[in-house]
């Protein structure tokens, strides 16, 4: 291990710190306190301790650095432009611009090191203990005593609000359970948030908490840049726990009235302060090598300005030599790690060829096949999308997952393998606890490593419980399966507190998540099938209740019903020739509804019934498969026990939405609703085309 | 203080236990586990040391008793009988029985002890830590030296499923910092989750990490009731911290095979296991009484089975007089506490007058005008919505709240007044910390004593972090406001994670929550109008943007356009005749339709703008109303910057829906299914009408 030069970690630090204030100067807009606090661990912490390199970030083996703090992206974009992760100083010149690989918070995207998409506060911690297991369940099933492959380590950085969110409780008391010594979270405890001094709101020990939930703990001052060297050395090593480094430091480090000051979080600092930075700093030689004239404040706020104006950033090539030490120190790890690989595939066949399914999880023609025909006897969905699960963990080795303490109720588990735990990570189950919250980001964090693929699995109604992790998940296009059973009203017993109602709509509101809800055997197949087979996330809900016999086991060729399937709704039993009325709706109520059109038929009607099993994926099918759907002059009664509150007040109105079905993009706000169509020009032409 | 009969404590607690197995077993639905384990508890606790009365069950000072642990609810209903509340054993014998008083879970009716409605997990204990702070509060501003009106403590119980929730430890922070030392919670520490031994999933000290959270801790064996007693006795009257019980129990307490079991959690026993019961506890005396020959296990199961078949359980006439006890005890309190007031009346009449202010918050003509009138020059809405909060909080003194974290953004607080803090509970602004969930369901609390109304407040998005709560607020109709800023995409640079995209829709769908989202400075004062004078929480969105000019100031008579705006959608500019086209949006979208208004009008048509302040309200309106405003034939082009994904399917399409647009009911699914309609027949009936 290289000795840690403080003096030159200062230096990049200081430059990080002017590429942040000019960063977030430029757009007036971000969150400069953050990386001014914590540029010296950061600095420190890639050069030295981050396995890795910026030339290969999908190094499978490579050390995790998760902001989980988000709305300090600047650190993590300028720490990137240092250490050689395809970030210019252009990139960091268009931090928020519309369109930049430099948005307000940090977006999932493994070419530029951004390991998670963060910003709400605690996922990226919770996150983080996910991918830190995804290392232990790795290296339990592919270390070898003579060739190991896995052992990456997990740092993540949260702030207060972090702390404070019970999410962030959920998940650190599960990393104490399961003894995750591999991920050191680093507590930027800088005593400041946003509407103030953090003790009119927090004055627990946080320390104590975390050794209550099972965690090593130490504090350091921040500017104490050995002290922090040390730890960061330290407490990798550390076997049997989890590491809480509480690491004191200023908001707003390096300026002048603004350090130590909450205004600093969220807002530019300002020319004045700026100048005073770069004339104080040790930043002031890369400044001054540039403009030799900017001895003076009024001078360097002048050249200051000008480089607003230009986007073109003050460079720091003196640290060049020490920066790029960084790659010329991990670049032969990673080197050495692949050449492992090479003899792991000659000496371990078997494995190395079972690790490419993991890596690379395929739908074969077998997978498919076996979903497309999966049929059963009437009975609840729930034990139904159970079966179909151990489908797609019979052929993905990777499929991992468990439920919030309700595998008795939501049957979601691995069959007959055994739960993850401390010291032995071979298990496909875990037991998340009762903790919906953590189990969903904790689960994108096994997601984000691309080597598992979770499901996980609670009652519908406490969905709400860990709704922004399923958010993210969406946002991130993670293969993540959402198994939610006790689906509606039909839980019974429980009563309204169980009683899903609003959670259905909710979820297909949701940009990039498809919400399955099948009627039957075949449908629960084709759901399961259609996460398969598709890009990102999805629910599937299962009913408490058996349902009826006669839509199980339907007749007819599946890959042809699949295609129907696919349109998100369908005939499933139809007229010879124009219905006198159309019968729809999903999940449950289609065991009601082919019950009504008995009823019906007795009284001489010609009923259409059509199921509706993803009614986003309707929304986007061709209108003219709608139309021959739902043809106009045919009325349709659609049961589904589920509300539609607030939107029925426009079915059957001729209205022409233009709606934000999809998720937002950082940029100016009028850059953002122009992007996206919401000006009066664009709305204008629009409606004239009526 | 009467000295405790633990001998009378086990009777009454085996009689509990009896009416828990034989209430569960009738509908062969429920929790017996934690009411077997917790019966002693409860009894002593209720019979000795919460002050108060079943004949007084709204006695605005007595203790609270929440069940955190709602799937217990068997304890509450079974307590409320032992205690003289309004529950007959005829009650207990139609446990989970749609229509009955005794459903699956609590839920909130004072009339019968149940403070709250408990079940998804945590937010009880969140309510409780709200109430405790509430009754901090009414003392601060009433209390006088001579003569002292409030200082109501709260009881909670919790099981392992609130201690592991993150909402719990959000809360129980916010109840260290604040020093809520008339607050004693009981953890039921049975190691026993739904899917087996805790230690399966949950290590942690919980002990340690409530101290580290500011709390007093305590164990004690549940079995050693003499010891119970005394950290009864002691607790609450320890100053400064609130106070943890972690009490040792055995789930299912009294059975045989199933004690200990996690089996017992959620199901019924089975008769083998109650005629054990029956024939091994304190109960048999009573059973014999009234059975002499039932001394055999055969017989008392044949008695059992005939007292399932009639609902009529036995009674225990031997304890009558013990538990009256509590009543005569406590009765005298209350006429003292009567007498207390009408002393106060005298002495104080202006508090007096105050406090009966803060009891029946009234919507005097004066707010009313001072709403209806409010005008003020374009800016965003967040900041029109703050100073529309202030005229509440001006004639509501009983108004307080916060947010989380976000004051300096969302500008919701209590303008020129302070924070409530450790030991000075005069304030009206709460810090929550970044703590949604916990600023959620702790402002429930707060809600629920009836006596504060509580506003919350953060950025939009992040609803979803407090969401559980949001729905708790509507079920139980409090008077809660939820002040919610940022409300779309025009958040701009932020991004993706801080853009709300679905959440406009899924405010909506839920039920018995109206969510405004007001296009200018007219329907903001609305909006707060509407809410003041309803039962029930809202949602009042604010922009971050400022808004189009020309919204604003609008002439007419206000009282006449609020009869426009209460039925949620309204042409806020219309043409002469019938127009050629509608534009319609809400919130922000109104100022880009109002432009496009004008470039339509260019081009020669004949616009109508509507403004959709609050779709529920119009979904709910007269079906002429919504037929004139949105007439056949003219198209109408929705701008709305959030997600119609899924529903705008049906848009246009002639689709007449079932659905569930309200909270469901505890009963079995068959039965509440049929009370909402969801039968073949009740659906046959309606399409025929089609």
Known sequence: MEAVDTRK????????????????????????GLPLGCADLGVMLFRYFLRGSGAHPEWPNRDRFILSAGHGSMLLYGLGHLFGYPFTLKDLAAFRVLGSKTPGHPEYDLSHGLETTTGP???????????????????????????????FRVFTLMGDGCTMEGLTNEAASMAGHLGLDNLVAIYDDNNISIDGHVDITMTENVGARYEALGWHVERVEGSDLAAVAAQLGKLPALAGKPKLLIMKTAIGEGLDKLKGQHKIHGAPAGLDEIAYFVKNSTFAKSFLARYPDATTAEIIKAKLQEELKSGEFTPAPDLKAFLAGKSEAHDPLIAAWTSKLEDYKKKYPVDAALLARFLRPEVTPELRQELLAYAQDADATRKIGASTLQILCKHWPG???GSADLVGSTFATVKGDK?????????????????????GAVANGLALGKAFIPFTSTFFTFVDYMKPAVRLAALMKLKHLFVFTHDSIYVGEDGPTHQPIEHLGSMRLIPGLHTFRPANDMEMGFSMLHYAEHQGPAVVLGTRQALDASLFKLPGDRAAWYEKFKKGAYALFDTAGKPDLILAGSGSEVSTLVQAKALLEQKGKKVRLVSIPCLELFDEADPAYKASLLPTGVPVYLAEAASHRGFQAFYGRDIHPLAMNRFGESGSYKAVAKHFGFTPEAVAEAAMKL
């Open 121 to 151: 506060l605690g996922q990226g911690f919770a996150n983080a203990v996910g991918v830190a297991l995804s290392s232990k369940m790795l290296a339990a099933r592919f270390n070898k005593p003579d060739l190991s492959l896995f052992d």
């Open 399 to 401: 499929m991992v997952g």
């Open 9 to 32: 970690v200062k230096e990049s630090a200081d430059w990080l710190r002017y590429l942040t204030l000019m960063g977030v100067e430029r757009p007036a807009s971000g969150h400069p």
């Open 419 to 439: 739960y993850v735990q401390k010291g032995d990570y071979a298990g496909r189950n875990i037991a998340f606890g009762i903790r919906e919250h953590a189990m």
